[in-house]
């Protein structure tokens, strides 16, 4: 049950960071010395990650020109193309021809410290026998994230985006998880939500009525999801406040 492969939406246009993002991918934006993105594929080397899968949108070179074959970060990077932004179910399918096992999906916008978070979460999953193990923590505004229904480390439901006086705790998915392949039938099995598009909240949610084992595990420490100029702000100042070296070594 080992988890070998690594996989990173970045097919996002990133209108909330503009005028940056009409000349570089919002991924690429820099928290500290290196790419938001980088922080991810450094957390992905030292959970043991061998293999890491970004799914990009067409014209969206940037990625590549950046990475190239991953050897000089100690990984082997795949490309791969979603035609048309239908969302982040569709995004995860997009990766479904490259993924042979157990996998990791993590957002290629968001910054987690400390970088062990996603070991911790691997770990977790395999400990655990999980289908699909979503990282959550406390969240203030729960109309921005995936929220749950606590069971014991289960998961007994999950809403995308709820307004807040109908959600069930203030869990919510952080944009980080680690499935089984079998997430792939579910996604295709999982109609246009919320904005119409393919909600990976929903697929995890069918996985449930399914009754499929899927759980949950809180991260600790930081997490901020660069979406916007004053997030991309906080970042920076956490990252040099508390001296971070950035290192992707094990």
Same mark, same amino acid.
């Given at each position: 049950?080992?988890?070998?492969?690594?996989? &990173?939406?970045?097919?996002?246009?990133?209108? !909330?960071?503009?005028?940056?993002?009409? #000349? &570089?991918?919002? =991924?690429?934006?820099?928290? @500290?010395?290196?790419?938001?993105? =980088? +922080?991810?594929?450094?957390?992905?080397?030292?959970?043991?990650?061998?293999? /890491?899968? /970004?799914?990009?949108?067409?014209?969206?070179?940037?990625?590549?020109?950046?990475?190239?074959?991953? %050897?000089?970060?100690?990984?082997?990077?795949?490309?791969?193309?979603?035609?048309? !932004?239908? @969302?982040? @179910?569709? #995004?995860?399918?997009?990766?479904e021809?490259? /993924?042979?096992?157990?996998?990791?999906?993590?957002?290629?916008?968001?910054?987690?410290?400390p970088?062990?978070?996603? %070991?911790?979460?691997?770990?977790?999953? &395999?400990?655990?026998?999980?289908?699909?193990t979503?990282?959550?923590? =406390?969240?203030?505004?729960?109309?921005? +994230?995936? &929220?749950?229904?606590?069971?014991?480390? !289960?998961?007994?439901?999950?809403?995308? $985006?709820?307004?807040? =006086?109908? #959600? $069930?705790?203030?869990?919510?998915?952080?944009? #980080?998880?680690?499935?089984?392949?079998?997430?792939?039938?579910? *996604?295709?099995?999982? $109609?246009?939500?919320?904005? @119409?598009?393919?909600?990976?909240?929903?697929?995890?949610?069918?996985?449930?009525?399914?009754? !499929?084992?899927?759980?949950?595990?809180? /991260?600790?420490?930081?997490? *901020?999801?660069?979406?916007?100029?004053?997030?991309?702000?906080?970042?920076?100042?956490?990252?040099?406040?508390?001296?971070?070296?950035?290192?992707? %070594?094990?």
């Open positions: 049950m080992l988890v070998k492969q690594g996989l &990173i939406p970045a097919a996002g246009s990133g209108t !909330r960071l503009g005028p940056f993002t009409n #000349a &570089i991918p919002k =991924e690429l934006l820099p928290v @500290g010395d290196k790419a938001v993105i =980088e +922080h991810v594929v450094c957390a992905m080397h030292l959970a043991g990650i061998e293999e /890491i899968v /970004i799914v990009t949108s067409p014209h969206k070179h940037g990625l590549s020109d950046y990475f190239g074959s991953g %050897k000089k970060f100690g990984v082997d990077f795949t490309y791969v193309v979603q035609d048309e !932004r239908k @969302g982040l @179910g569709d #995004a995860v399918l997009s990766g021809h490259v /993924i042979d096992g157990n996998f990791t999906v993590v957002l290629g916008d968001n910054y987690f410290s970088k062990t978070f996603l %070991k911790d979460l691997i770990d977790f999953h &395999i400990e655990k026998k999980g289908e699909t979503v990282g959550v923590a =406390e969240v203030e505004d729960v109309t921005r +994230h995936g &929220i749950i229904t606590p069971d014991g480390f !289960r998961v007994l439901d999950m809403v995308e $985006k709820p307004p807040k =006086e109908e #959600a $069930k705790s203030s869990l919510g998915a952080l944009g #980080a998880y680690v499935f089984s392949t079998g997430i792939f039938d579910a *996604i295709k099995d999982t $109609k246009p939500g919320y904005k @119409g598009e393919i909600q990976l909240t929903d697929s995890i949610r069918l996985q449930i009525e399914q009754g !499929r084992n899927v759980l949950y595990k809180k /991260i600790d420490g930081i997490h *901020i999801d660069v979406g916007t100029p004053r997030d991309l702000m906080r970042a920076n100042e956490w990252y040099l406040s508390h001296d971070e070296n950035g290192n992707c %070594k094990k």
